[in-house]
């Protein structure tokens, strides 16, 4: 959250700097964040909260011994990986540390790196690495149209959020996010562009 907050800030003071308006309106909305803020500091020190960062038991612990694991697993098979959708029956059969005993039906290492290299092996990293270098550049080459500023900065901040969190989580293997990819890589290329253009 906090890394969606920040480049939304930065992206809107590159937007208004670059029109010449006021920027008070983000000083604003960073008032009103540090407010939100200021009203979960009670909450920080909840079971919950204390666990997040407990790597010795509990989410931290499986996911650094699922980490683990699905590294070993894409060193064995570096140049093909596993196969599609074979992650949860070579993880569980070969690959399930001891430690992690809790969790024993994960289909995939909750990282997107891992996931495309023990699936795919390097050449499906390969091909991830430039799926999503291409989608966010062409976002970035957006980013000039002023018709289409706002939306390609949008789709930037949702772009490095989505790359973000798919390093601790699923970010693109599921039906309904491979929707949001395949829309984040389109839409700019349907707004309307300048009469310059």
Excluded: K
């Excluded at 809790?102 to 091909?127: A, K, M, Y």
Aim: hydrophobic share 50%; aromatic share 16%; charged share 10%.
């Amino acid at each position: 959250m906090p890394t969606q907050l920040g480049l939304l800030w930065l992206g809107g003071w590159y937007l208004l700097s670059r029109r010449g308006e006021s920027r008070r309106v983000l000083w604003w909305l960073a008032a009103v964040a540090v407010a939100i803020f200021i009203t979960l500091l009670p909450f920080l020190g909840t079971e919950r909260f204390q666990r997040l960062l407990d790597f010795e038991e509990g989410t931290g612990f499986v996911r650094l011994q699922l980490w683990q694991s699905s590294f070993q697993m894409a060193l064995d098979h570096p140049w093909f990986g596993v196969g599609p959708d074979n992650f949860l029956y070579a993880y569980r059969s070969l690959y399930l540390l001891p430690a992690a005993w809790q969790e024993p039906n994960l289909n995939h290492p909750h990282n997107w790196l891992l996931d495309w290299w023990t699936r795919l092996g390097v050449p499906g990293l390969f091909f991830a690495i430039s799926w999503f270098g291409l989608i966010s550049l062409r976002q970035w080459q957006h980013l000039r149209n002023n018709h289409q500023a706002v939306l390609a900065l949008g789709l930037l901040a949702a772009t490095a959020a989505a790359l973000a969190h798919g390093l601790i989580d699923a970010s693109y293997a599921l039906p309904d996010l491979i929707v949001v990819w395949v829309l984040m890589s389109y839409l700019p290329e349907c707004a309307p562009r300048s009469s310059s253009a």
